[in-house]
């Protein structure tokens, strides 16, 4: 099967139900944002400024939970912002799988293998050590990191943790290549941290798949390389999705980076031009979501939006009417699913029925319709039907070239910052003393947020990369 046996019973049932009961809007999926702080300021993501005065605020645990029960939906997507920064990130995991449902971290990376280092502190035994000495070997756990999870305290070993599970899955931030991503999420060592931290989530059992977003600059080869490589990874499956110019991030793009969102962000056209190959990819690589929505983003089809069917809450409450869009904000699930006047959104027949949907056909609003039978062609169930219960593609086999193509940044020297590094370390940027400005910011400093070390800088500041691109503009400066 592409996808396990008991996710699939689980979310089929839940369809049914509410079909028989005849449900007009019912929850497929709720994302949960129990915050909004970020250890990243990725380009193109509107959460970290659209909440950029609630990024101190957190929803109670409690209520965390409270909410997965009101809408009932059977998965539960926790993002953010970073939700591992979240306190009770681990209490939160294991409440929502307690209710049974099924478990999206939606996560950057760079916090999972401290994670998962705290589960084999509080459950190491002798039969564990064959997988810690190959992760030791594979560079993924320091001597140090090992002899600590042998020695663990009782304080470890009684720490509440986030263990593998079938109903769980760790779904890391991917947007291309090593070169591509750093960029996109404005840090350069970002990709080798969540290669290192899937590596790692496989030997120790736990499922794994990442989310990737598609933009204007996105080579297509380079996507298809970059499912390769994940497959290789033996990563369990893959969300893909166009970039859509939100109203919070299409700011963000004019005032903090002085771009045009039309250069980044992908028009209704463009995503077809895109996603010509999605289908394809659909059969080489385990692509999560339905084929009627791959037809859709390949322009084969047009769909209605769900976006009801995956619901947002956050620090202000139910958020409407999508995930991307706010409107509003209410205090319960059925009074936002009463108030909101649905048919205001989404586009209809190529027509769109608010400007701000013209060029969405991102996933939260869409792949819904192609599980719900919105649009519904003859032969779309059996469509359905065969894609999941079908064989799983096979892993990639990992080779040196396509490793070699992968790591293609700052692994090589040809990080985003290496042009702007060079020019001040050269000999006469150094004598006017650009290159000690840049020695003393590399000085040692805290890499830590709520006082845990994350592996490369966590504050989310990016006045290192603005400085250096600023003396680079300025030849006075420069020289």
Avoid at 97 to 106: D, K, M, P, T
Avoid at 318 to 343: F, I, N, S
Avoid at 352 to 361: I, K
Wanted: with cysteine; net charge positive.
């Amino acid at each position: 099967m592409r996808f396990p046996f008991a996710l699939t019973v689980k979310i089929a049932r839940h369809i049914i139900k509410h079909k028989l009961a005849r449900t007009p809007k019912f929850a497929m999926v709720l994302q949960l944002e129990p915050l909004h702080t970020c250890n990243l300021t990725c380009t193109g993501c509107g959460r970290i400024r659209e909440y950029s005065t609630n990024l101190k605020d957190m929803v109670p645990l409690e209520k965390c939970l409270t909410v997965a029960e009101e809408c009932e939906a059977p998965m539960v997507s926790i993002c953010g912002g970073e939700p591992l920064i979240y306190p009770k990130i681990e209490e939160l995991v294991n409440g929502v799988l307690a209710q049974g449902r099924i478990v999206y971290i939606c996560t950057n990376g760079v916090f999972m293998r401290k994670k998962m280092r705290d589960y084999m502190a509080a459950v190491y035994s002798p039969e564990m050590e064959p997988r810690l000495q190959e992760l030791v070997k594979q560079d993924l756990v320091t001597g140090k990191e090992a002899e600590q999870i042998r020695k663990s305290d009782a304080a470890a070993r009684s720490k509440v943790v986030i263990r593998p599970t079938q109903w769980m899955y760790w779904n890391v931030h991917v947007d291309g290549l090593e070169f591509t991503h750093d960029l996109i999420v404005e840090r350069e060592g970002v990709f080798k941290e969540c290669v290192a931290a899937i590596k790692m989530a496989k030997i120790l059992g736990y499922q794994t798949a990442t989310n990737t977003t598609v933009y204007k600059e996105t080579d297509v080869q380079e996507l298809d390389d970059m499912f390769a490589y994940l497959s290789s990874l033996n990563v369990d499956g893959h969300t893909i999705s166009p970039g859509y110019e939100y109203d919070a991030a299409k700011k963000d793009m004019v005032k903090r980076l002085g771009k045009q969102p039309e250069d980044f962000f992908l028009t209704r056209k463009m995503t077809r031009q895109k996603f010509a190959k999605i289908q394809e990819w659909g059969e080489k690589f385990t692509i999560f979501g339905t084929p009627v929505y791959q037809e859709f983003l390949a322009g084969k089809r047009e769909l209605t939006c769900t976006a009801w069917a995956i619901p947002t809450y956050n620090v202000k409450g139910w958020k409407a009417p999508c995930y991307l869009m706010t409107d509003g904000h209410y205090d319960g699930y059925r009074e936002m699913l009463e108030k909101v006047q649905w048919d205001k959104y989404g586009v209809v027949d190529g027509v769109a029925r608010d400007p701000r949907c013209e060029n969405c056909m991102v996933h939260c609003g869409y792949d819904p319709s192609g599980a719900l039978g919105t649009n519904y062609q003859r032969g779309d169930n059996w469509k359905n039907f065969r894609y999941n219960f079908g064989t799983k593609p096979k892993p990639y086999q990992a080779t040196i070239e396509l490793t070699r193509r992968a790591f293609n940044g700052v692994s090589i020297g040809k990080g985003h910052l290496a042009e702007a590094k060079a020019a001040i370390n050269s000999p006469r940027a150094a004598m006017n003393g650009a290159q000690s400005v840049f020695q003393r910011r590399e000085e040692p400093h805290d890499h830590s947020v709520n006082g845990e070390s994350n592996g490369v800088c966590g504050s989310g500041d990016t006045s290192q990369r603005d400085q250096l691109l600023a003396k680079i503009a300025d030849p006075k400066r420069a020289e």
